[in-house]
């Protein structure tokens, strides 16, 4: 397959790497290694897809572009519609009468432990899931309140908070409650650089992100009727570990398993393995960003709701 990587931030340069020998030109207007400034200046002959990494305000249109010339797309998360569904609608309409894949990457699905906790829960050995409580967090304040457009807006909801979501949908499918704003809060940032929400529903559903961590940090704690799980760090901030508790009856020290990984981050290869498998096969991920965008979208009414007081 052949790929055009379009964007060379961050993202971008580790996309291109993993591309490798599929990729054929890359796109950005500012970065003087990019081959091309625009998508439109590469030849639509010449590539069968294209992995976006730009700022969320230029997703939609690139993507109608990309879709609508029959390409299958990558796009960096989050996929966003600040007013409501109807943009991410007309893309998977696109994608579907031009027979093209457009998938949105939550690279985290691939991470080994993530993808440990959703075959625990799925196999039903934890019996009935309590709730779950995750934090992600990363020091990157400074560099978000410095750059030409990340700090703004919702400010790390949509940037860390698109992960957690992504991930409760991962593990326990959509939510039987709404998310419910529980602080957001503009420490050293022009938009949140701290933000917790939830759903209290069935599993309770806590979360909490922030660009304050000067020690980038994730982790996961899941309380069941037989047990608990829990995970500590990503591989790229290693080592990471899973732990499974089984609890003991009437009450006492439970059983316990960990796992510990000491590893580079494998998810950016796999991701775009998986990517070519779908363009394969012809599967598309735009439900579940409508559904997040719906979420996203709810909880940012509720910060500036919230600012307005």
């Given at each position: 397959?052949?790929?055009?990587?379009?964007?060379?931030?961050?993202?971008?340069?580790?996309?291109?790497?993993?591309?490798g020998?599929?990729?054929?030109?890359?796109?950005d207007?500012?970065v003087?290694?990019?081959?091309?400034?625009?998508?439109?200046d590469?030849?639509?002959?010449?590539?069968?897809?294209?992995?976006v990494c730009?700022?969320?305000?230029?997703?939609v249109?690139?993507?109608?572009?990309?879709?609508?010339?029959?390409?299958?797309?990558l796009?960096?998360?989050?996929?966003?519609?600040?007013?409501?569904?109807?943009?991410?609608?007309?893309?998977?309409?696109l994608?579907?009468?031009?027979?093209?894949?457009?998938?949105?990457?939550?690279n985290?699905?691939?991470?080994?432990?993530?993808v440990?906790?959703?075959?625990?829960?799925?196999?039903?050995?934890?019996?009935?899931?309590?709730?779950?409580?995750?934090?992600?967090?990363?020091?990157?304040?400074?560099?978000?309140?410095?750059?030409?457009?990340?700090?703004r807006?919702?400010?790390?909801?949509?940037?860390?908070?698109?992960?957690?979501?992504d991930?409760?949908?991962?593990?326990?499918?959509?939510?039987?409650?709404?998310?419910?704003?529980?602080?957001a809060?503009?420490?050293?940032?022009?938009?949140?650089?701290?933000?917790?929400?939830?759903?209290?529903?069935?599993?309770?559903?806590?979360?909490?992100?922030?660009?304050?961590?000067?020690?980038?940090?994730?982790?996961?704690?899941?309380?069941?009727?037989?047990?608990?799980?829990?995970?500590?760090?990503?591989?790229k901030?290693?080592?990471?570990?899973f732990?499974?508790?089984?609890?003991?009856?009437?009450?006492?020290?439970?059983?316990?398993?960990?796992?510990?990984l000491?590893?580079?981050?494998?998810?950016?290869?796999?991701?775009?393995?998986?990517?070519?498998?779908?363009?394969?096969?012809?599967?598309?991920?735009?439900?579940?960003?409508?559904?997040?965008?719906?979420?996203?979208?709810?909880?940012?009414?509720?910060?500036?709701?919230?600012?307005a007081?």
């Amino acid at each position: 397959m052949r790929v055009v990587v379009v964007g060379l931030g961050i993202q971008g340069k580790k996309r291109s790497a993993v591309a490798g020998s599929d990729l054929v030109a890359t796109v950005d207007p500012a970065v003087a290694g990019a081959t091309q400034k625009h998508i439109a200046d590469v030849p639509l002959t010449s590539y069968d897809a294209a992995l976006v990494c730009t700022p969320d305000e230029a997703k939609v249109e690139l993507l109608t572009y990309l879709l609508g010339n029959g390409k299958h797309v990558l796009v960096e998360k989050p996929l966003l519609a600040e007013a409501g569904n109807q943009p991410i609608e007309k893309l998977r309409a696109l994608a579907k009468a031009k027979k093209a894949v457009c998938y949105t990457a939550y690279n985290h699905r691939f991470e080994p432990h993530l993808v440990r906790m959703r075959e625990v829960i799925a196999s039903g050995m934890l019996g009935r899931i309590y709730s779950a409580r995750l934090f992600y967090g990363n020091g990157t304040a400074r560099l978000v309140r410095d750059s030409a457009w990340r700090d703004r807006g919702a400010g790390v909801l949509p940037d860390l908070g698109s992960h957690l979501i992504d991930t409760a949908l991962f593990w326990f499918g959509r939510p039987t409650a709404p998310f419910r704003l529980f602080s957001a809060s503009c420490f050293e940032n022009r938009a949140f650089d701290h933000v917790s929400f939830g759903a209290i529903g069935s599993p309770l559903l806590q979360m909490e992100l922030t660009l304050l961590s000067w020690r980038n940090h994730f982790y996961a704690d899941v309380l069941a009727e037989n047990g608990s799980a829990h995970i500590q760090s990503l591989c790229k901030w290693g080592p990471t570990s899973f732990t499974l508790r089984r609890r003991v009856l009437p009450s006492g020290r439970p059983d316990e398993d960990t796992v510990t990984l000491v590893q580079s981050d494998p998810t950016w290869a796999l991701e775009y393995a998986d990517f070519k498998r779908r363009c394969d096969s012809g599967e598309s991920n735009l439900d579940n960003d409508i559904w997040i965008n719906t979420a996203l979208n709810d909880l940012a009414a509720q910060t500036r709701a919230e600012s307005a007081r």
